[in-house]
């Protein structure tokens, strides 16, 4: 299983890299600083596509919203569940990104341990 994680934030980045570990320590992870660094990863060929993207929001430059909207035009990248990873707790912001393709919008935990429970969650569920 591979995962890219989009998060401008080192430190939130390198939290949801050791939950993800713990979970299951065969899982492949790929970061992005940001959405730009994102889609060309996502665009090159010779990169194995990711089975998650998980996806803040509030970036620099090209918004986590953008580049969810770029990703779900694209034939070959459509069918990734995306999941927005954020501090926003905003509903309507929620209903909003899963109506462009979201597969669920999660708020960031700040405790480790909350961090690996999302993780577990999400990857422990069944996807078509």
């Known amino acids: 299983m591979t995962i890219l994680l989009i998060d401008d934030d080192e430190d939130d980045r390198k939290l949801f890299f050791e939950a993800t570990a713990e979970y299951d320590d065969t899982i492949k992870y790929v970061a992005a600083a940001d959405a730009r660094e994102a889609l060309l990863y996502l665009n090159n060929a010779a990169n194995v596509l990711p089975d998650f993207i998980f996806l803040d929001l509030r970036m620099p430059g090209l918004s ?3 580049c969810l909207i770029e990703i779900k035009k694209d034939p070959r990248l459509a069918a990734i569940p995306v999941i927005i990873y954020t501090t926003s707790r905003d509903e309507k912001e929620s209903v909003r990104l899963k109506g462009l393709g979201a597969a669920h919008f999660m708020s ?21």
């Open 64 to 66: 986590g919203e953008q």
């Open 108 to 128: 960031k935990p700040v405790l480790p341990d909350d961090v690996y429970y999302m993780v577990s969650f999400v990857l422990g569920e069944k996807w078509s």
